[in-house]
């Protein structure tokens, strides 16, 4: 046999899938056991309906924007006036 059937034969992945019995990794044997003897809580995928998150008022988001494009329109202005 060649070298590259020995390397074909080593690095045979159809051959690994294919196998019937495909034994779980380190982690998961170790978090199996570990939630024989005390299981995980239920965890909801979002927030419950009581969690509103920081919220702003609108008007301050709009003032925000509003001062930031006012900003850049100065300084715009600024720039072309200073310009020979």
Same mark, same amino acid.
């Given at each position: 046999?060649?070298?590259?059937?020995?390397?074909?034969?080593?690095?045979?992945? &159809?051959?690994?899938?294919?196998?019937?019995?495909?034994?779980?990794?380190?982690? $998961?044997?170790?978090?199996?056991?570990?939630?024989? +003897?005390? %299981?995980? +809580?239920?965890?909801?995928?979002?927030?419950?309906?009581?969690?509103?998150?920081? &919220?702003?008022?609108?008007?301050?988001?709009? $003032?925000?924007?509003?001062?930031?494009?006012?900003?850049?329109?100065?300084?715009?202005?600024?720039?072309?006036?200073?310009? %020979?």
């Amino acid at each position: 046999m060649s070298e590259q059937d020995d390397v074909e034969r080593e690095f045979d992945v &159809r051959w690994a899938d294919g196998a019937e019995h495909k034994e779980p990794s380190a982690r $998961a044997r170790m978090l199996a056991a570990r939630w024989k +003897e005390n %299981p995980p +809580e239920a965890v909801p995928f979002r927030g419950g309906p009581d969690y509103s998150g920081p &919220r702003r008022s609108s008007w301050v988001s709009t $003032a925000l924007v509003l001062g930031c494009v006012a900003a850049v329109i100065l300084l715009l202005g600024y720039a072309n006036f200073r310009a %020979p």
